[in-house]
């Protein structure tokens, strides 16, 4: 049975920091896509951040590029989300994903593409 775990939520203050982690159980994330999103309450699930197949390539939602970054550690079975010069507007229940199929260089950026999914972790920005 596949598990995923997110960690690192929190509340800080706008211009703040957090960090983020996702752990599974019953799979590695190698050579899979891994996604983060993020859903604030009445919006829907929003794209946030992509670590593709090849473990190196990098896609990022427009409300967050050039604050947060995505990264693996070296045994692939971590996967962090960076966030830095937070705002309130990026309040919200992040959650990771991952696909079960080794994805290669592909791009998947949808919530349908992704098979298995976190329970979520709050993070909340004050202003």
């Known amino acids: 049975q596949v598990h995923l775990e997110e960690s690192g939520g929190g509340l800080v203050q706008a211009g703040g920091s957090l960090r983020l982690s996702c752990t599974a159980s019953?799979?590695?994330?190698?050579?899979?896509?891994v996604g983060w999103f993020r859903q604030a309450p009445g919006k829907e699930r929003e794209f946030v951040a992509i670590s593709n197949g090849n473990g190196v390539g990098t896609l990022y939602g427009d409300s967050v590029k050039g604050r947060f970054t995505v990264a693996r550690d070296n045994s692939g079975d971590m996967v962090y989300l960076q966030m830095n010069s937070l705002k309130p507007d990026d309040t919200a229940v992040y959650f990771c994903?991952?696909?079960?199929?080794?994805?290669?260089?592909?791009?998947?950026?949808?919530?349908?593409?992704?098979?298995?999914w976190g329970q979520g972790t709050q993070v909340t920005i004050s202003s």
């Open positions: 019953g799979l590695t994330f190698s050579s899979k896509s």
């Open positions: 994903a991952v696909r079960s199929k080794e994805s290669g260089s592909k791009w998947y950026w949808l919530t349908s593409d992704y098979d298995y």
